[in-house]
């Protein structure tokens, strides 16, 4: 009877210190997360509004010119590696990390960050913040091999799905078509223009597996034939039919963030060049 009592008693308190210990580690991360969502409003909070064209009405021809309208530019001898002006908006942020290649802004959703690429090193902003600090909401980064400046035929860009609702969380939104019907365009930016996408392929796929559609590597098409069997795939995948098709020389983007409804899910959002 003793015996039992000692361990009735051992086991209460083994799972009194698992309840515990758990209670602190959702803690830390709550409170890890509201502080890293804290950074990013403070860091927004010093970059002036920008002013840009209107989003287009209907879906453009392809052929549309992709041109900028800023409204400041930086003079003297602040540029990019293009040696263009920087746009007067982002002139603060590029200061603080010289690693900033874009920003991104999507209408209807939380998706408002500067993007950064590392070119030597696969992934660096994963686990890091803007200010290149540890964080676990990463930084929204771009895929080391793609050129946002040139641009590359298709630019991926990774962000994580916080619990929170920041970084590439909202992108789960666009699974309804409703949806996508009412927030079909994308601000994605270079540090020099101005630039609008439209989307035409939301899908869900695995990663790290022989089965998966390798979107992400998908930078530069070999030909005509290379680009319209990537659009075709991300067609197929797509949830919806969204009727666009984008067509050889149109510039893509593709959003790519974590999808944990199956095994190494990744949910990919893809969308053209209209300005």
């Not at 549309?64 to 982002?90: N, R």
């Not at 408002?112 to 690429?117: D, F, G, H, T």
């Not at 030597?120 to 964080?135: E, H, P, S, T, V």
């Amino acid at each position: 009877m003793q015996k039992k009592r000692i361990i009735y008693w051992v086991t209460i308190v083994l799972l009194s210190l698992v309840i515990v210990v758990c209670g602190v580690m959702i803690a830390q991360k709550l409170i890890t997360d509201a502080r890293d969502k804290a950074d990013y409003d403070e860091l927004l909070s010093t970059m002036p509004s920008v002013e840009r064209p209107p989003i287009p009405t209907g879906t453009e021809d392809s052929s549309t010119d992709p041109g900028t309208t800023p409204s400041e530019t930086v003079p003297g001898d602040t540029t990019t590696p293009s040696e263009s002006p920087i746009l007067f908006e982002y002139q603060m942020l590029y200061e603080m990390n010289n690693d900033m290649v874009g920003f991104i802004q999507v209408p209807g959703t939380s998706i408002k960050y500067p993007v950064v690429q590392s070119k030597y090193q696969a992934n660096f902003y994963l686990r890091k913040n803007f200010y290149k600090q540890g964080a676990s909401c990463g930084t929204i980064y771009v895929r080391e091999a793609c050129d946002v400046n040139e641009p590359s035929d298709n630019v991926t860009i990774y962000g994580h799905k916080m619990r929170n609702g920041t970084m590439f969380a909202d992108l789960h939104l666009y699974k309804d078509k409703d949806f996508w019907e009412d927030n079909r365009y994308i601000y994605f930016d270079t540090l020099t223009e101005y630039h609008t996408y439209e989307i035409f392929a939301v899908f869900q796929t695995t990663a790290n597996t022989t089965d998966s559609f390798n979107y992400h590597l998908f930078d530069d098409a070999k030909d005509a034939e290379d680009y319209d069997e990537f659009v075709a795939k991300c067609k197929e995948l797509s949830y919806y039919d969204t009727g666009i098709t984008p067509e050889y020389g149109d510039k893509l983007i593709t959003l790519s963030t974590c999808d944990k409804t199956i095994d190494e899910g990744r949910l990919v959002v893809v969308a053209r060049r209209v300005m």
